[in-house]
């Protein structure tokens, strides 16, 4: 396909993508006067878009591509009947598991559920608290949290994060409350706070990055129920978009370009950036320059495009002669668990609690966000003294979708205890009996996912998009440490629930990737041998490029991964403030 030279773009700052990773570079350098140009893959939708519509999110997955057009391929470990493992990969497309997470403007941070936990110091230095790990890759983050900890009140104040302080074991310092009060909470909250206090747990509540009352042009939340995995039509959800894009289209200095695919960045005799080659709507071959670029597609899809990004200085992919590029993948470690309450069991006014729809559960445990505990029986290779290790953060939730819910009613057993599908009336019992007999809580554990060499991206030059361009080949090998912190916090979400009274009290815990959590790729250190980025996310091999979505990251932390990225962003967005203003 032949360039079009008609109507190519020119700006101070060129970003790819536009999530939470994108939006404070954009917000803070149209504000500071920079000319900012945003290229986002998909469309760009608005709160009339977002209305709460069932089957879009759970059935038609509306606000991400056909992976008939864009897929992946994901590669497992697999152990033949004599013992020996292997690597075998499958198509998206094939399995039907997808790993975008929304292609829109604002990215995924337009389906957020918002859960707005800091790192702690300890996350910042984990091979030095606790030693190497055999099997992995840990490195300390070459920033502190001190260095940190004024852009996450940076978000607090300008994305909007609603919460309360209190004293608990593992609070991180802060410089200030939230700027938000509390959303709306459940009565199941006060349940938490109780059993907790009962057993010696240290209920928390949860900071959400959702709006508790209308500031900065954007209503409040309005507690339909339907928070994760949907947009917000109130405006209340801090997005990249709502919080920050809006905001920098409004200065005059931000320019959005929807529906955008960038397929290449290109580079000079000099190897910096002279380029970005993309498709527009109409499938046309653009150019768009800048003194500056910004790569924050999202782990996987950043990894991606550097790889494709090849040159005479770069013949493995951009900023990646050290071969690091891809290396370093992370999601979140951990699992899920649930506690049945039966209405029959209870009175009329916890039945009536447990059937309230809207107000938010909040409560978090960050209790063992460090294990001490001499019966803990991880793997101690290595990780300090014994008995010791990182830990983690449980949260708990309710399903309120009832196409989610619905979801596993079509199983049963027989009598012999064996997983049957049910047909018919058996059926339709079942789904009558997860509407009306009982409701569930569920919790979600969060922790490491260990760096580790069987967790990255490469090309898969097999496999093309629907442009011809080769998809990224993510192989997800896990490392077994994370499972055992996860079985051990899972047992300890498990002991909440049996002091609630619930029933039917099961947790799983898996190597298995939660897709929307991933960091890594492009991590950030002090040697250029072993990092990609320096720490101001500037790449060592490539001046005039940065990288700032979560792939900056050299270990997770034990939260979702959101909320820091918005805030390295701000700290990151300063450092090229700087930079351009040296250009200009």
Same mark, same amino acid.
């Given at each position: 396909? !032949?360039?079009?030279? !008609? ?151 300008? +994305? ?5 302080? +209190? ?189 309230? +729809? ?29 008995? !010791? ?8 939730? /309710? ?152 792939? /900056? ?32």
């Amino acid at each position: 396909m !032949t360039t079009s030279q !008609t109507n190519n773009l020119s700006a101070d700052i060129c970003i790819i993508g536009s999530g939470a990773g994108a939006s404070p570079i954009a917000y803070s350098l149209a504000n500071a006067g920079a000319k900012v140009l945003v290229l986002e893959k998909g469309p760009w939708l608005t709160e009339k878009e977002f209305f709460k519509d069932e089957l879009a999110i759970s059935v038609h997955d509306a606000y991400n591509p056909k992976l008939s057009d864009e897929e992946h391929v994901i590669e497992e470990e697999y152990e033949t009947s004599d013992g020996v493992s292997f690597w075998q990969g499958e198509k998206t497309s094939d399995s039907g598991w997808s790993w975008w997470n929304g292609n829109v403007v604002g990215g995924s941070s337009n389906f957020m559920s918002g859960y707005f936990h800091r790192l702690k110091p300890i996350d910042f230095r984990l091979k030095t608290e606790f030693g190497d790990i055999e099997g992995a890759n840990v490195a300390d983050w070459p920033i502190s949290y001190e260095e940190l900890e004024p852009y996450y009140a940076m978000v607090e104040r300008i +994305v909007g994060v609603s919460g309360r302080v +209190v004293d608990h074991p593992h609070q991180e310092p802060r410089s200030a409350d939230f700027p938000y009060p509390p959303v709306a909470e459940s009565p199941i909250s006060s349940w938490i706070d109780q059993a907790a206090n009962n057993i010696g747990y240290h209920a928390i509540p949860v900071p959400r990055a959702i709006l508790s009352r209308p500031a900065m042009g954007r209503r409040s939340c309005e507690y339909s129920g339907y928070c994760s995995s949907y947009g917000c039509s109130s405006g209340a959800k801090g997005s990249g978009r709502a919080a920050l894009l809006n905001h920098a289209v409004a200065s005059g200095n931000c320019t959005i370009k929807p529906n955008s695919k960038v397929f290449h960045i290109a580079t000079n005799s000099q190897g910096e950036i002279s380029g970005v080659h993309y498709y527009d709507s109409q499938g046309r071959e653009k150019i768009a320059t800048a003194k500056i670029y910004v790569v924050a597609c999202q782990a996987v899809e950043t990894s991606r495009l550097l790889l494709a990004s090849k040159g005479d200085k770069f013949p493995q992919g951009l900023a990646n002669n050290n071969g690091q590029v891809g290396k370093n993948l992370l999601f979140s470690g951990g699992g899920t668990g649930q506690g049945d309450f039966i209405y029959n069991e209870l009175t009329p006014e916890k039945v009536a609690d447990l059937k309230t +729809v809207g107000p938010f559960i909040n409560r978090a445990l960050q209790d063992w966000y460090q294990i001490n505990d001499k019966k803990f029986a991880a793997s101690q290779q290595g990780i300090g003294k014994a008995g !010791t290790a990182k830990g983690g953060t449980i949260d708990f939730l /309710f399903h309120q979708n009832p196409i989610a819910r619905a979801r596993g009613t079509q199983w049963g057993e027989d009598e012999q205890g064996n997983s049957q599908l049910l047909w018919g009336e058996a059926l339709k019992q079942s789904m009558r009996s997860e509407f009306t007999r009982y409701k569930t809580l569920r919790f979600e554990v969060f922790n490491d996912w260990l760096p580790n060499d069987n967790c990255f991206v490469s090309l898969d030059e097999n496999t093309t998009d629907q442009w011809g361009d080769p998809v990224a080949n993510v192989r997800i090998g896990y490392h077994q440490h994370d499972l055992e912190v996860g079985s051990y916090l899972a047992e300890k979400a498990e002991k909440l629930l049996a002091e609630l009274g619930a029933k039917n009290i099961s947790s799983s815990v898996s190597g298995s990737p939660a897709t929307n959590l991933m960091a890594g790729g492009c991590r950030f250190g002090n040697d250029p041998q072993t990092s990609v980025l320096n720490k101001h996310c500037q790449a060592h091999e490539v001046s005039n490029l940065y990288v700032t979505d979560g792939s /900056f990251m050299p270990t997770g932390g034990s939260v979702p991964y959101t909320f820091t990225i918005y805030a390295n962003a701000f700290r990151v967005a300063e450092h090229i403030k700087s930079q351009w203003q040296h250009y200009s």
